[in-house]
């Protein structure tokens, strides 16, 4: 019999510590940002200013298997670029497309850059960012991203 209490209570004190030393973790938000810094959860449609270009930073490193991207010009055309980085401060460029009206891009984990032959979905930070797409003109960048 007391040996039962011993075991119950090893038992006890084994679980309470899986469950606090798991509560303890941190926690990194999945979340897409825009130029207003706001976090939100893995999706964001941004328009630019007049003449302006328009970036989007993107924090998931937990969950990123698809990333898609659709920038549009009002008129004009743009230049879209891929970043990755693991800080929020050194970026590689992973992928330069052409100007164009109309910018679509796919990345799964197999797709990798043309710049530098590496998925962005393997990076914690990932930048996308639309040119100015020509005087008076504005872009909608459009930049969701599907987890596992």
């Known amino acids: 019999m007391f040996q039962h209490k011993w075991l119950v209570l090893i038992l006890i ?3 309470f510590f899986a469950v606090t030393s798991d509560a303890q973790k941190p926690q990194v938000a999945d979340c897409v940002s825009g130029s207003t810094g706001q976090c939100r959860p893995l ?6 200013g007049t ?6 930073t993107i ?3 937990n969950i990123m298997q698809i ?3 659709n920038g549009v010009c ?4 743009a230049a879209l670029t891929v970043s990755a980085g693991v ?3 050194n970026y590689l460029t992973i992928d330069t497309v052409a100007a164009a009206a109309t910018q679509t891009k796919q990345y799964l984990p197999s797709t990798v850059g043309a710049g530098i032959a590496l998925s962005p979905l393997g990076f914690q930070w990932v930048q996308v960012s639309m040119a100015t797409c020509g005087a008076g003109n504005t872009s909608t960048l459009t930049v969701g991203v599907k987890g596992i």
Request: glycine content about 8%; cysteine-free.
């Open 74 to 77: 009002s008129a004009g055309t």
């Open 67 to 69: 990333l898609v991207i």
């Open 13 to 15: 004190l084994l679980t």
């Open 51 to 56: 003449n302006a270009a328009n970036t989007v």
């Open 43 to 48: 999706g964001i449609r941004q328009v630019s």
């Open 87 to 89: 800080d929020m401060t």
């Open 59 to 61: 924090n998931a490193p």
